[in-house]
């Protein structure tokens, strides 16, 4: 319901209906609705960091930089497309929820940001980001890109694979050191 209503729109009644239960039984598992959604918008980062690591922890350790950005790349986009209404309700909210219901996301945000960053940290260090990049600043737009996605993706028009591939070959080629220029007898002789 948050990740479709939002925060606004989210009621307790159409969670209980769509839960199939009677609106107070939901008060059984959660106080209140502000509880409800922040347990919802904590587990959304939560789970979607846990997902990144574990994925990042599959790859072989001779995995490039690069590579391991790609999957990560993968990774955020499947569980917030695919996987976890949580992680679409979390992203998706992330600006509309009261900064008092916000406390533990932030602190899984900032967890998540951090693998990133180690990423784009490891990237620069073996020279596969280009020097002409903020590597911080590009990691910002790489996650607003991918975070942005679930609001315009339409699994009717593009699937997952798609959006994944898309996503790799535009953050790769943005990323990417430019090709260093060819030399020609006439270069060489200058």
């Not at 533990?104 to 990423?119: C, D, F, S, V």
Request: glycine share 4%; hydrophobic share 40%.
């Amino acid at each position: 319901m948050l990740s479709v209503k939002g925060y606004a729109g989210t009621r307790l009644t159409d969670v209980a209906e769509y839960a199939e239960l009677q609106a107070p039984a939901i008060y059984y598992y959660f106080p209140s609705r502000e509880d409800l959604i922040e347990e919802v918008m904590f587990c959304g980062i939560s789970d979607l960091r846990r997902f990144l690591q574990e994925a990042l922890d599959a790859l072989p350790p001779e995995t490039s930089p690069m590579d391991r950005i790609m999957a990560a790349v993968e990774s955020h986009l499947r569980h917030e497309l695919e996987l976890s209404d949580y992680a679409r309700a979390s992203i998706r909210n992330s600006g509309q929820v009261p900064e008092r219901l916000r406390t533990r996301q932030k602190n899984e945000e900032a967890a998540y940001n951090r693998i990133w960053r180690g990423l784009m940290k490891s990237a620069v260090a073996e020279g596969q980001i280009r020097d002409d990049l903020d590597a911080p600043l590009a990691q910002a737009l790489i996650l607003g890109a991918l975070n942005w996605a679930a609001e315009w993706w339409d699994p009717r028009r593009s699937s997952v694979e798609t959006m994944v591939t898309n996503a790799q070959v535009f953050i790769r080629h943005s990323l990417a050191p430019a090709p260093k220029p060819k030399r020609t007898r006439r270069t060489a002789a200058k």
